[in-house]
T-cell receptor, first 109, second 116 residues
Framework: AQRVTQPEKLLSVFKGAPVELKCNYS??????LFWYVQYSRQRLQLLLR??SRESIKGFTADLNKGETSFHLKKPFAQEEDSAMYYC???????????FGKGTKLTVNP | KAGVTQTPRYLIKTRGQQVTLSCSPI?????VSWYQQTPGQGLQFLFE???????NKGNFPGRFSGRQFSNSRSEMNVSTLELGDSALYLC???????????????FGPGTRLTVL
């Protein structure tokens, strides 16, 4: 069965420090992975997807099939990065997203 | 262009009642998915509709149902409400997944359902 695990419910860092939000997945197939973000009082929105290999707002994420991981990284955190981050896996051939439980990132000044 | 809209935004019902939630997708989007978000279970997929047909269904009881209209607007219905149905219900819309590298699910603000 597909599963997405985000081991940290809460993560707190200081402004300017590197940040890494962990995501591990279980999927018998070629995974399509995403990071979604929800800022305070805003709707859930796509941050980035592995297939496009892009950097958004300074965040990057690399798919490691050997470790079944898709960790989200940013070298220098900013206060405006404080939000809930969800890792999600798209079930093959469908629109069904399987979400992790989320990590609340707080960037302190 | 306008984003995904959901109505109502807040709803209070009592056990045993039924409820209907509405979702209007982004213009041109033909796929609408529904998710339930609770503190304990997180975000869970309910079902997805495309061109008025249910294409995928999550692991929810038959009390949860939905439909999609010819204009792609979608409704979900929950009958015989239980306390555990209290949640934020999100819908998301997207184009047909012809080009998965650019297709994106856009989420609405959600409907907060409270069952007393």
């Amino acid at each position: 069965a597909q599963r997405v695990t985000q081991p940290e419910k809460l993560l707190s860092v200081f402004k300017g420090a590197p940040v890494e939000l962990k995501c591990n997945y279980s999927y018998s197939g070629s995974p399509e992975l995403f990071w979604y973000v929800q800022y305070s009082r805003q709707r859930l929105q796509l941050l980035l997807r592995h297939i496009s290999r892009e950097s958004i707002k300074g965040f990057t994420a690399d798919l490691n099939k050997g470790e079944t991981s898709f960790h989200l990284k940013k070298p220098f955190a900013q206060e405006e990065d404080s939000a809930m981050y969800y890792c999600a896996l798209l079930q093959g051939g469908s629109e069904k997203l399987v979400f992790g439980k989320g990590t609340k990132l707080t960037v302190n000044p | 262009k306008a984003g995904v809209t959901q109505t109502p935004r807040y709803l209070i019902k009592t056990r045993g009642q039924q409820v209907t939630l509405s979702c209007s997708p982004i213009s041109g989007h033909r796929s609408v998915s529904w998710y339930q978000q609770t503190p304990g279970q997180g975000l869970q997929f309910l079902f997805e509709y495309f061109s008025e047909t249910q294409r995928n269904k999550g692991n929810f009881p038959g009390r949860f149902s939905g439909r999609q209209f010819s204009n792609s607007r979608s409704e979900m219905n929950v009958s015989t409400l239980e306390l555990g149905d209290s949640a934020l219900y999100l819908c998301a819309s997207s184009h047909n997944r012809v080009d998965s590298s650019t297709d994106t699910q856009y989420f609405g603000p959600g409907t907060r359902l409270t069952v007393l």
